[in-house]
């Protein structure tokens, strides 16, 4: 029996109402640019969900990929947090942002820690899960999701791309439902994919990389 079976279960998320982030709770990139803040707003909340702090997980420094994801089977934020963290045994939800169908932005993972959702990119990029499912995403999802990679990426262009989960990995995620036509009109147009930067994928389906340009 493993450690974990013997513990004690971890206290869940809080399941209150979720409370507004300050911004210094939130990685100085997305305020970089003021004007294009103005252009892209979000809406940041907390719903504190409680890590499992003797799972300890790596700082990220370089941040090169942002990888976009769905949630599985509807599951909501705090569901997909235990089931991440007390099922899967991580230090709890992978995803560093989670945008709700009404549009918020649920902080997942600490913005400077390194998150679970894209082997083997994990150490270089930031996690993004649209809520709902194979359900199409809400039109206030792509909207914030766009902001969300516009805003991430502003303050270092040249150096980080955006691609959907499938893209760089062997998954169908994040389905059918979201495809490149949906988002990329929310995205602002100096914003580069991670595939037309890289090109190739392998026969695996995960895009070739050279690991010194991702700062892994
Ligand atoms: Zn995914």
Request: with cysteine; aromatic share 8%.
């Amino acid at each position: 029996m493993s450690a974990n079976q013997n513990r004690e279960p971890l206290a869940p998320c809080e399941l209150t109402e979720p409370v507004s982030v300050p911004e210094k709770d939130l990685p100085r990139r997305l305020f970089a640019n003021a004007h294009l803040n103005a252009q892209y707003p979000l809406t940041f909340r907390s719903l504190r969900p409680v890590f499992d702090f003797d799972k300890p997980t790596g700082r990220l420094s370089t941040i090169s990929l942002l990888v976009v994801h769905r949630s599985t089977s509807n599951l909501s934020f705090a569901d997909t947090h235990r089931v991440h963290r007390d099922v899967r045994h991580w230090f709890g939800i992978g995803y560093h942002f989670w945008i709700e169908r009404c549009g918020a932005v649920l902080l997942g993972r600490p913005w400077n820690l390194v998150g679970a959702h894209a082997k083997p990119y994990n150490r270089c990029s930031y996690g993004i899960c649209l809520a709902g499912g194979d359900a199409p995403p809400t039109t206030l999802q792509l909207r914030t999701c766009g902001a969300l990679i516009t805003r991430l990426v502003q303050s270092d262009v040249d150096a980080c791309w955006w691609a959907f989960h499938r893209e760089v990995a062997g998954s169908r995620c994040p389905g059918d439902s979201l495809q490149l036509q949906d988002l990329k009109p929310h995205i602002a147009p100096s914003v580069k994919r991670a595939v037309s930067r890289f090109g190739s994928m392998t026969a695996g389906g995960a895009l070739k990389i050279n690991p010194a340009l991702w700062g892994a």
